[in-house]
Antibody
Framework: QVQPVQSGAEAKRPGSSVKVSCKVS????????LTWVRQAPGQGLEWMGR????????VSAEELKGRVTITADKSTTTVYMELSSLGSGDTAIYYC?????????????WGQGTLVIVSS | IVMTQSPLSLPVTPGEAASISCRSS???????????LDWYVQKPGQSPQLLIS???NRASGVPDRFTGSGSGTDFTLTISRVEAEDVGLYYC?????????FGQGTRLEIK
C-alpha cells in the first residue's frame, strides 16, 4: 500500500485559512474514502471529516462549526482540507488516511502528517 | 459516542502480557452484525497506524501477538508478549457513526 503524501508545514496568523493537500494513488482515489484527523500538541486524535473522492461527497465534524471544507481533484488524485478562521487551538498535526468508503472505519495507511502552527 | 480507555498508562516488562480496555457509551454493533471498533498505535515520532479493525481483524503485517476482542460496548486489546518495539500510544476508535471518536489513548512503556 502506498502512503498518502501530504503537503509541508504551515505557519498561519489567527483568523486566516490553511489548505492542506493529500496526494494519493489513482486506485485509492477511485476506490476508497479519505479521512482527515488532527492531533494537537500532546493531545489525542480528533476526527475532522472525510470525502469519497469519486462522488465528491464530504462530511465533516459539526464541532468545527462549518470551518472545514474537504474537496478532491480528480486530475491530480489529490484531496484537500481547508480550515478557516484559524485560532491557536487549531495548532496541530493534520493527517489524511485512506479509509473505507462504505463505512467510517479502517483508516489505513495514514499520511506523514502536516504541522500547522497558528500564531501571531 | 464517547470512547473511554483504561489504563491511560501501562508499564510492562518485556515478555509479559498487556491488556487495554476500551468502552463505548453506545453499542458499536451495526445491523450487519459487525462491531465498528478499530485499534491504532502511534509509535514515537510516527503517524498512527492501523492495528486491528472490526474488533479482531489484524491489519497486514501485524504480529499475532496482538489480539482484539469484545462486542457491544466493551472491547479489549491484548498483547501476549510485549516487545520493546511495542512502545507507543494505543487508541481505540469507533467507526459506527459520525462524528468518529477516539479513546484518550493508552501509553505503553517498557519497565
Amino acid at each position: 500500500q502506498v502512503q498518502p503524501v501530504q503537503s509541508g508545514a504551515e505557519a498561519k496568523r489567527p483568523g486566516s485559512s490553511v489548505k492542506v493537500s493529500c496526494k494519493v494513488s489513482e486506485d485509492t482515489f477511485n476506490n476508497y474514502a479519505l479521512t482527515w484527523v488532527r492531533q494537537a500538541p500532546g493531545q489525542g486524535l480528533e476526527w475532522m471529516g472525510r470525502i469519497i473522492p469519486t462522488l465528491g461527497l464530504a462530511v465533516s465534524a459539526e464541532e468545527l462549526k462549518g470551518r472545514v471544507t474537504i474537496t478532491a481533484d480528480k486530475s491530480t488524485t489529490t484531496v484537500y482540507m481547508e480550515l478557516s478562521s484559524l485560532g491557536s487551538g487549531d495548532t496541530a498535526i493534520y493527517y489524511c488516511a485512506r479509509s473505507s468508503d462504505a463505512y467510517y472505519n479502517w483508516l489505513d495507511p495514514w499520511g506523514q502528517g502536516t504541522l500547522v502552527i497558528v500564531s501571531s | 459516542i464517547v470512547m473511554t480507555q483504561s489504563p491511560l498508562s501501562l508499564p510492562v516488562t518485556p515478555g509479559e502480557a498487556a491488556s487495554i480496555s476500551c468502552r463505548s457509551s453506545q453499542s458499536l454493533l451495526h445491523s450487519n452484525g459487525y462491531n465498528y471498533l478499530d485499534w491504532y498505535v502511534q509509535k514515537p515520532g510516527q503517524s498512527p497506524q492501523l492495528l486491528i479493525s472490526l474488533v479482531s481483524n489484524r491489519a497486514s503485517g501485524v504480529p499475532d501477538r496482538f489480539t482484539g476482542s469484545g462486542s457491544g460496548t466493551d472491547f479489549t486489546l491484548t498483547i501476549s508478549r510485549v516487545e520493546a518495539e511495542d512502545v507507543g500510544l494505543y487508541y481505540c476508535m469507533q467507526g459506527l457513526q459520525t462524528p468518529i471518536t477516539f479513546g484518550q489513548g493508552t501509553r505503553l512503556e517498557i519497565k
